[in-house]
């Protein structure tokens, strides 16, 4: 079945530090979403990535969408404590008519 | 509209009873999706409705668990015989066709003891 999964578990950061979170598949995929996950929240939809190659940026946040479409990035420039919460890749194929989430990135970031 | 709405917030049960949750989506998406997401983990797939068609049911759900939504718009999640492994965050969300993102309700809590 399909897997995605995502690198590191947990970041800690001091604020102004970048992340960055990756994402992987182990098969093709036609479309990826990231969601951000606030404690005690539930997954909030911040983009989704459908050609390959995409680069999309939401101000200090910039996505990728790999090549081959079978990876995916999340990079967040100057961390704020804002930005604490967990980040989920969600990855739909062609075959699948849902996606599948990774098991997400846990930012931390210290004052 | 306020989004998607989920009822009850939070429940406890005994092992054993069944408990029945509720979702309303956003009226004009027709995908409603169930999730389920344990802690430290990513929401986990457990059906799909296109319209009050069930188009998708994961083989993870057990025939414990069943889900109706019978007009196209609400959305019934009923586990029969709870057992503790039935523990966790139920998350309803909603699209229009699978595009854009899903919007997600906050999560019925449910605790099996």
């Known amino acids: 079945g399909q897997q995605v999964m995502q690198i590191p578990q947990y970041q800690h950061v001091q604020e102004g530090e970048d992340f960055t979170t990756y994402c992987n598949s182990s098969?093709?995929?036609?479309?990826i979403q990231w969601y951000k996950q606030r404690p005690g929240g539930h997954p909030v939809f911040l983009i989704q990535?459908?050609?390959?190659?995409e680069v999309k940026k939401q101000k200090r946040l910039t996505f990728q969408f790999g090549e081959a479409k079978k990876n995916s990035s999340l990079h967040i420039t100057a961390t704020q404590t804002t930005d604490v919460g967990t980040y989920f890749c969600a990855g739909l194929s062609n075959n699948f008519n849902k996606f599948y989430f990774g098991s997400g990135t846990k930012l931390n970031v210290k004052p | 509209d306020t989004g998607v709405s989920q009822n009850p917030r939070h429940k406890i049960t005994k092992r054993g009873q069944n408990v029945t949750f509720r979702c309303d989506p956003i009226?004009?998406?027709?995908?409603l999706y169930w999730y389920r997401q344990t802690l430290g983990q990513g929401p986990e797939f457990l059906t799909y409705f296109q319209n009050e068609a069930q188009l998708e049911k994961s083989r993870l759900l057990s025939d414990r668990f069943s889900a109706e939504r019978p007009k196209g718009s609400f959305s019934t999640l009923e586990i029969q015989r709870t057992e503790q492994g039935d523990s966790a965050m139920y998350l309803c969300a909603s699209s229009f066709d699978g595009e854009d993102g899903y919007t997600f309700g906050s999560g019925t809590r449910l605790t099996v003891v």
């Open positions: 098969t093709t995929l036609s479309n």
């Open positions: 990535l459908v050609k390959s190659g």
């Open positions: 009226s004009e998406h027709n995908r």
